[in-house]
């Protein structure tokens, strides 16, 4: 039965069934190290040797320890990918590509959260200590804020890293990069095209966050570039949540200033919030308010009417940060490579 044992190699207990590298040393008349070098493709085993221990594998169905192979030969085949969440369609869509692309190159990926904001972190949140650092060949990090506790220990790891969202200084690191600009613009321009500017409204993520600074920054050139002076209350800053985005038409609502405004919100979830509390109160979309989500996430097709939102290239940047961190660990010597990734309005129902 599997749960038996018997007595292997050298007097060694094993459950029956599995097969150790001992085994297969002894069924090919080899030492572990020669079994090991075969497994690991090393041109050292003259021919015959190297096609006795592959005959004896093939035999005993011996499937090597990846750990232990790394161990022996420093590359672990396994990727690190830190964000600061995981929550939502945005980081899901990211993590699923990254996987595939992850595997399509012979790797494992591990996962991790950070705090990307700077604050004090929860016991075993640090970076550092939420990946075993030691036995990754690489690893990519999504940076979102210019005080990530993060940031410095990339700055000086020895470890080919791939940066997402963080154009570092010196450009010495692999980096992605997201055009927030042009898909921001687009999006108040479409806006603009049937409200007054008076009228429009950003609704974002938090202040520092790099992917906000980005949006607003565009929103509001793009209103003083038609001569359209901005009020303070036609931006306003909060986090990448639903409940946000409710809160806040939920306020604009009680100040009799949501009917007939356009909003640009910073991201999908944002949107959905202020169309949902817009919605319970009585109010149309598009009729009385006009909403254009950014990220283009499975949530925006879902909503009722569908979503207008700014496509952000979402799988391409798991897939990419895993092929630029593939190539680093190939070559370490090559020079750093910076991808840039565009965005861009898809119209739909809500503007």
């Not at 592959?54 to 830190?82: D, V, Y």
């Not at 997201?178 to 999006?187: C, F, K, L, P, S």
Request: proline share 5%.
């Amino acid at each position: 039965m599997g749960s038996e044992q018997q007595s292997g190699p050298a007097g060694v207990r094993k459950l029956a069934g599995a097969v150790s590298i001992q085994d297969v040393a002894d069924a090919a008349q080899v030492s572990i190290a020669t079994v090991s070098r075969v497994i690991n493709g090393h041109q050292l085993v003259a021919i015959e040797t190297a096609a006795r221990v592959r005959a004896a594998i093939e035999r005993l169905g011996f499937r090597p320890n990846r750990f232990a192979q790394g161990l022996m030969t420093r590359k672990s085949k396994l990727l690190g990918l830190a964000v600061p969440d995981l929550h939502g369609e945005f980081y899901s869509s990211i993590l699923r590509a990254a996987d595939t692309a992850a595997r399509k190159a012979g790797y494992h990926l591990l996962v991790t959260t950070f705090d990307g904001t700077g604050k004090p972190a929860a016991e075993g949140d640090e970076l550092i200590s939420s990946l075993p650092m030691s036995l990754l060949d690489g690893m990519a990090v999504m940076i979102t804020e210019p005080n990530s506790r993060a940031l410095e220990y990339i700055r000086t790891s020895a470890l080919p890293v791939v940066m997402i969202d963080l154009d570092p200084s010196g450009g010495d690191r692999d980096t992605i990069l997201i055009d927030n600009t042009t898909g921001a613009r687009e999006a108040t321009e479409h806006l603009l095209s049937a409200t007054p500017g008076s009228n429009l409204r950003f609704v974002g993520g938090p202040e520092a966050n790099f992917d906000t600074v980005q949006r607003s920054r565009a929103f509001m050139s793009v209103l003083s570039e038609r001569g359209i002076t901005l009020r303070p209350d036609q931006v306003r800053f909060g986090d990448y949540t639903m409940e946000w985005g409710r809160r806040w038409a939920q306020e604009a609502a009680s100040a009799g200033a949501l009917k007939g405004c356009a909003v640009l919100a910073g991201n999908d979830e944002i949107a959905w919030g202020i169309m949902t509390a817009a919605q319970d109160g009585g109010l149309s979309i598009p009729g009385d308010v006009r909403v254009v989500g950014f990220d283009d996430t499975r949530l925006s097709t879902l909503t009722r009417p569908r979503l207008s939102t700014v496509h952000m290239p979402l799988a391409q940047i798991g897939t990419s940060a895993i092929e630029l961190l593939a190539r680093r660990i190939a070559d370490p010597q090559a020079s750093p490579e910076k991808v840039r990734l565009s965005t861009s309005l898809v119209k739909r129902e809500t503007s």
